[in-house]
């Protein structure tokens, strides 16, 4: 039995009891996967996501995990409270290798593992990738399942739509959330093969198909998140890379970009050794950067809608700590663009600040450095500029005839400055360090702009 720690406050049973299914309201909405996410989210945040129209959590709270008969707790996670009109689904991960995890003495045991759960829960979402063979013994589990529980729901595989057992999965619970993301194993690289697009709309349209038909509601999964992997020189993959930047991938002089980026897949050749973060780099590798292209979203998204889904579930929530996926503003508006404003920010720093509701997104195509990432530059008529730091941007470059013959020059030389920086999301800014200028010289002397075409020359407020 998971501790007592992470059952759902009485309230929120209570609020959960009341609520019906958002089919009923006729609202296509939007909601999030929460994997892996602590003791909750702090009230700040729960109010962002009431505000951008997010009513629902779907929260893991820990993972079950099969030894043949037995079926033992493999960690847990606290989910948060449904305050501030956040609903909060608890999620639990079955992992189950066996030949029969859903039969006899194993389903028994499974099912008094669920059952304190469901009595505190009065709902449950089962997530498990189960095999094409089990299909009909896991449906047959959840209907067993669902006597425990007022209301059940499970992740699925898109390609469950056309096995047997569909029907009597449908019969099971009481919503799906298929998983259009991930769609079949990535290629080894090479005679053609590159990796898969996190959303290829070709193929999420071919996988909509089969859901036309399906009888209960059901909601479509798509992905939010970045994804860097390492290949060798043999184009094998050594796995996903944990930790990195944005700033790392369009400034590492390590990296060449070999393939531009389509549907949000950019392909970097590694030209000498060193490291990503905790990856180590060899001269030969390839480093491919996947996340979800925002026309593609929006085309799938337009899809799942016109093939009857009640709504679509990002994996996974965005954190405003974590800058690899779209903001949460982005995600949850897939029209929306951002807006880029200079501004100063005392008497001797600027501050750029994403107005918009939509991200600038990360710059990753080009095999040339201005063509990765995005330059703030400061032009004057004359060498006006004393010192200047890079504050929270990546870098500050100093030039003269910056137009025509761009040399690099030291500061107190320069007519041009220039701030690099990788990417903006809504919401967020970046402040310069110190930018000293001469005696009697003034911002007001000052212009500025965003390249590539984000913004023409403007005078600083």
Partial sequence: MMPACIRLPC?????LLCLCGRVAAGDFGTAFWVWHGGEGLPRGEQDELVRRGVRVLYWQVGELKNYGDVWMWNGNNMPLSASGGVRVVPVI???ATGHAPFSGKSLQQLLAALAPEAFWSHELQIDYDCPDRLLGQYAAALTQLRRLVP???ATALAGWSQLPAWLELQSSVDELFPMFYDLEPDPKLGGGNLPLPLVDPAKVERELQGWRSCKIPWEAGLPSFARVTLYDSGGTACGHLPGWTWDDLCFDPALTTSRSTQLGVTLFSVVSGGRLEDAALQAG?????RWPDLEALREV????????ASGIVYFRL???YDPSGWSLAQITNLQATPHLELSRNGAEQLELVNNGEGDLAPRLSGTEGRDRGYSLELDAPAPIFRDALEGEFWRVMAHVNPDTAPQPVPIPLATRLTFWFSHLRAGERLNTGLIQLAPGANFGQVRYRIVPGVTQWQSIP
């Fill in 11 to 15: 309230v929120v049973m209570a609020a």
């Fill in 285 to 289: 590798d390839i480093v491919a950067t």
């Fill in 151 to 153: 209301r059940v729901s």
């Fill in 93 to 95: 991960r079955l992992d």
């Fill in 318 to 320: 965005p954190a405003p």
């Fill in 301 to 308: 998204v337009a899809n799942a809608k016109a093939a009857g």
